[in-house]
């Protein structure tokens, strides 16, 4: 059974205070796995996909690794705007394009 | 990016009536999209896959016949909650794909039901 772990689920940083999200995962055939940023009451925004073991992405304050069991999502020096809630998700192989499966995700709280 | 008009955003209705959701690909086609269902501070369930001109594929566990799902175009699907109740209460998001890309999210729909 696909499957996707997120730690921690609760993140308080001070601004300025870097630190990674994890996303584990478990699936028959990876074809791509995602990192989305949702606000309350908004729908997932798109940030990175990671294809292969190796990659990473990058944009502004923030990294996106994966191996071949987890990602990571870093973030450098944080702003109170970089505060949301991070969704990790993963395609297989063999599945309808587009089908996601998601983890419970982090709430990224960064504080002034 | 691709995007993906839901509307509405919000709705309250009385226990007993139905209620539509659309969800529209505003610059491309898309023969599939989903419909996922959220609760607080839970992650994203995926109900079921809406395929251009068929049936829609549902999730295990989730009612077909309360969650009616029609896909009448390449541009928009929707998704109508019929004889809804309090527990049908929730945050609907639909997606879809451009082949080859990532999926792209509505704004989502948060149901209440009185």
């Known amino acids: 059974e696909d499957q996707v772990t997120q730690s921690p689920e609760a993140l308080r940083l001070q601004e300025g205070e870097s630190s990674s999200l994890n996303c584990s995962y478990t699936?028959?055939?990876?074809?791509?796995l995602f990192w989305y940023r949702q606000d309350p009451g908004k729908g997932p925004e798109f940030l990175f996909t990671?294809?292969?073991a190796g990659e990473e992405k990058e944009k502004e304050r923030l990294k996106a690794t994966l191996t071949k069991k987890e990602s990571f999502l870093h973030i450098t020096a944080p702003k109170p705007e970089d505060s949301a809630t991070y969704l990790c998700?993963?395609?297989?192989?063999?599945?309808?394009?587009?089908?996601?499966?998601f983890g419970r995700g982090t709430q990224l709280t960064v504080w002034p | 990016g691709a995007v993906v008009s839901q509307h509405p955003s919000w709705v309250i209705c009385k226990s007993g009536t139905s209620v539509k959701i659309e969800c529209r690909s505003l610059?491309?086609?898309?023969?599939?999209m989903f419909w996922y269902r959220q609760f607080p501070k839970q992650s994203l369930m995926l109900m079921a896959t809406?395929?251009?001109?068929?049936?829609?594929?549902?999730e295990q566990g989730v009612e077909k016949d309360k969650f009616l799902i029609n896909h009448a175009s390449l541009t928009l699907s929707t998704l109508t909650v019929t004889s809804a109740h309090p527990e049908d209460s929730s945050f609907y998001i639909c997606?879809?794909?451009?082949?080859?890309?990532?999926?792209?999210f509505g704004q989502g729909t948060r149901l209440t039901v009185v």
């Open positions: 997606s879809a794909s451009v082949v080859g890309t990532e999926a792209f």
């Open positions: 699936v028959s055939g990876l074809r791509g």
């Open positions: 990671l294809y292969s």
């Open positions: 998700a993963v395609q297989a192989r063999g599945s309808t394009l587009g089908r996601l499966y």
């Open positions: 610059d491309f086609q898309a023969t599939t």
């Open positions: 809406s395929n251009e001109g068929s049936k829609a594929t549902y």
